[in-house]
């Protein structure tokens, strides 16, 4: 089992605007962990810093090991990554090839392109593990838009990340997609730690095992799905008073829409 992922005060400002002040959660292998909030609440902030993507101040402990303040490559090599809301692969690549440029066999470009005698076992597991096992010959991008966050994922995979942070990953998936993801990032938090940045709160409330609510940079609350929606600040700041319709609104509108939404509600 990995180390858990214990962030403690975490601040990040920007020109002496505070994005993120001073934010503490935790997550565990064997739990899907989701911070949730408002557009600009500061959840993609959070993993940046966590990344190295941005400067940040208190701490970011993967087991013992501290990340905050290390460079990005290094935070990667401590088996922490990262998926973005646009998915990052080579879209001109086939399946097998992206994993092997993420498993890093060191192949020529030459060589990508020949014929293969075998696939690495890592590379394997994943394509089984994200559903792509039957995909491995097509190009990247012509996959859907659900496959090609899996591939992501997957690349993660061979990489053997400890720590799996996941940007929106089923922004933009169909219902199925979006199902078909939630029990993958199930089975892979067997063993590691899944963090989720989400808007969808349907997704949310299928999936997520704890959740932590930011607003204004700041925690709002945390707890089960459960625990976090019967908070009354929760349902005033966020959710909305006016229960499953608000919160679906929220999850696709933009923040001022969605505010203006709330208030005609209440």
Known sequence: MSASLVVTDLRVEFSGFVAVGGVSFDAHPGEVRFLIGPNGAGKTTCIDAITGLTKGTGSAKLGEKELL??????????????????????????????LDIAAGL??????LLRARRGVDPSIEHALEETGLAGELATPAGILSHGQKQW???????V??????????????????????????????????????????MDFMRRFATRVTVLHQGKVLSQG?????????QVQEVYLGTAGAATTAAMSVVPEPVAETLKLTED
């Open 69 to 98: 303040g290390k460079q990005v490559h290094k935070i990667v090599r401590l088996g922490v990554g990262r998926t973005f809301q646009t998915a990052s692969v080579f879209d001109e690549l086939t399946v097998l090839q992206n």
């Open 106 to 111: 060191h192949r020529s470009s030459a060589s």
């Open 151 to 157: 591939l992501e994922i997957a690349m993660l995979l």
């Open 159 to 200: 990489q053997d990340a400890k720590v799996l942070l996941l940007d929106e990953p089923v922004a933009g998936m169909s219902h199925d997609e979006r199902t078909a993801t939630g029990e993958l990032l199930q089975r892979i938090a067997a063993k590691r730690i899944v963090l989720v940045v989400e808007h969808d």
């Open 224 to 232: 089960t799905v459960a625990e976090v929606q019967a908070d009354p």
